[in-house]
C-alpha cells in the first residue's frame, strides 16, 4: 500500500523531485464505496493545471496530500449496490497503489477489453475526448481535410484516425519531432505529419494542405493555432480541445494568443470540448473504440513505466513533452 504525495510548492514546469512516495495503511471502506486494487494509473496533462489549481476537476494538493488523477483496477471489496469482488472499474483514485472510490462516480467497465490501460488511453477518457471532437462536434465527413495538433498524444492520435474512419480525405498531424512524426505517419496512418520545431515549418503546412484546412483540433493554442487558423478554409470548423502550450506559464504570463479578426474572414465555426459532457457514452464508445482496434483501424502508442516508485519521473517527462502516446504507470495487477 503505496501513494505519492507533493512534496514541495510546484513552481515551473514539475519535476520528479515535487512528489515523494509514501507507505499507507490498507483504507477502511464505507457504505457507498469500493476498495479498489490499482493495475494502471492515468497521467495527463490536466493534472499538470490541476497541480497549480487551474483546472475545472478540482483544487490543487496541498504539500503532503495525494496527487489525482484516474486510474483502473479491480475491486477488492464492496459496500455498494450493484459492484461485487472481481468487478473492474475506472474512477478518480489518486496515484496510490490502493484506493477507496466512491461508488456513484465509480465506472464499471469491460475486462475483455485488454490490455486494461486501454480503458485509460483511447477506449477511456482521451479516446471519448476524439470521439466527441470527431463525431460530435466537427461531425467529419468525406472530403474533409483534417488538421491536428499534439498528434502522438491518445487525444490527437485518435482524432485523427476516427476522421479517416468517417471519411476524410485527408489527415495531417503536427508533432514536435522527426520521431514522433513517424510514428504518426506509420501506426496512425495519417496522411502526413510536420514537425513544428522546424524553421519552415508553416510553409509545410501550406503545402500540405494548399485547399485549406476544413477541421482543425486543437490541442495546444498559441502559435500553433494561430498558424492552423490562418490556413483554414473558408466556413472551417475548429475544435478547442487543450491548451497545452500554456499549461506551465508563469502565473499572470499573458500567452501568444491568435487575432479574433480570423474567425470572421473565415466565416469559421468554433466549438469548446469539455469531454466531461460526453461521459454517458462512454462504454458505447468504449466497445466501439475496441472493435476499431481489433479491426486494425484504430492504433494505439503507450508510453509506459512499471511501478508505482517510476510515476514522477515519468509524470516529469509528460509535462516536458517527452512522452510518445498515452502515458500509464503499470501497477503489476492487470
Ligand atoms: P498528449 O500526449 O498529446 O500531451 C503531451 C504532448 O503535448 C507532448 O508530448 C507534446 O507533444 C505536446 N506539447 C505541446 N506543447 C507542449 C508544452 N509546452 N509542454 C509540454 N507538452 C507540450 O496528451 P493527450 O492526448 O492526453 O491530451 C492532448 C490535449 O487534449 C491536452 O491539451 C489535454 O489537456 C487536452 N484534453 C482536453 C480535454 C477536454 O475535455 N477539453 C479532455 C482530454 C484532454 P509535441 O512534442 O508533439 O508537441
Redesign the pocket.
Known amino acids: 500500500f503505496q501513494k505519492v504525495v507533493l512534496s514541495r510548492e510546484i513552481t515551473g514546469?514539475p519535476v520528479a523531485q515535487d512528489f515523494a512516495i509514501e507507505a499507507m495503511a490498507r483504507p477502511e471502506i464505507a457504505e457507498g464505496e469500493l476498495l479498489v486494487k490499482n493495475a494502471f494509473l492515468s497521467l495527463?496533462?490536466?493534472i499538470?493545471?490541476r497541480l497549480k489549481g487551474r483546472h475545472m476537476s478540482g483544487p490543487a494538493p496541498k504539500i503532503g496530500e495525494l496527487i489525482p488523477g484516474l486510474a483502473v483496477g479491480e475491486v477488492l471489496e464492496s459496500r455498494a449496490a450493484g459492484f461485487a469482488p472481481g468487478d473492474h472499474v475506472v474512477g478518480e483514485s489518486g496515484w496510490r497503489t490502493h484506493c477507496v472510490m466512491d461508488a456513484a462516480a465509480a465506472q464499471k467497465v469491460d475486462a475483455a477489453i485488454q490490455p486494461l490501460s486501454l480503458h485509460l488511453g483511447v477506449c477511456g477518457?482521451?479516446g471519448l475526448?476524439a470521439w466527441?471532437s470527431a463525431h460530435h462536434l466537427a461531425k467529419v465527413r468525406e472530403g474533409d481535410r483534417v488538421l491536428v495538433?499534439?498528434?502522438?498524444?491518445?487525444?490527437?492520435?485518435?482524432v485523427g484516425q476516427l476522421a479517416r474512419i468517417k471519411g476524410a480525405t485527408k489527415v495531417v498531424g503536427?508533432?514536435?519531432?522527426d520521431t514522433?512524426c513517424r510514428t504518426v505517419e506509420r501506426e496512425y496512418g495519417f496522411d502526413l505529419c510536420i514537425n513544428?520545431?522546424d524553421a519552415d515549418w508553416t510553409d509545410q503546412l501550406a503545402a500540405a494542405l494548399p485547399d485549406g484546412i476544413t477541421v482543425y483540433h486543437d490541442?495546444?493554442g498559441?502559435d500553433?493555432l494561430d498558424a492552423a487558423l490562418a490556413n483554414l478554409a473558408d466556413y472551417g470548423r475548429v475544435i478547442?480541445?487543450?491548451?497545452?502550450?500554456?499549461?506551465?506559464l508563469p502565473e499572470g504570463e499573458r500567452p501568444a494568443g491568435p487575432n479574433p479578426g480570423v474567425y470572421i474572414l473565415k466565416r469559421a465555426q468554433l466549438s469548446?470540448?469539455?469531454?466531461?459532457?460526453y461521459m454517458a457514452e462512454q462504454a458505447d464508445y468504449a466497445a466501439r473504440a475496441f472493435e476499431w482496434i481489433e479491426s486494425g483501424d484504430l492504433r494505439y502508442v503507450e508510453?509506459r513505466a512499471e511501478g508505482l516508485a517510476a510515476t514522477p519521473e515519468l509524470f516529469a517527462k509528460?509535462?516536458?513533452?517527452?512522452?510518445?502516446?498515452?502515458?500509464v504507470v503499470a501497477l503489476g495487477n492487470g
Open positions: 514546469v495527463d496533462p490536466y499538470g493545471s477518457m482521451p475526448t466527441a495538433s499534439s498528434a502522438t498524444g491518445p487525444v490527437g492520435g485518435t503536427l508533432a514536435g519531432s514522433k513544428y520545431k490541442n495546444v498559441g500553433v478547442l480541445c487543450g491548451l497545452i502550450s500554456q499549461y506551465n469548446g470540448l469539455v469531454v466531461y459532457d508510453d509528460l509535462m516536458h513533452g517527452d512522452n510518445v502516446g498515452k502515458t
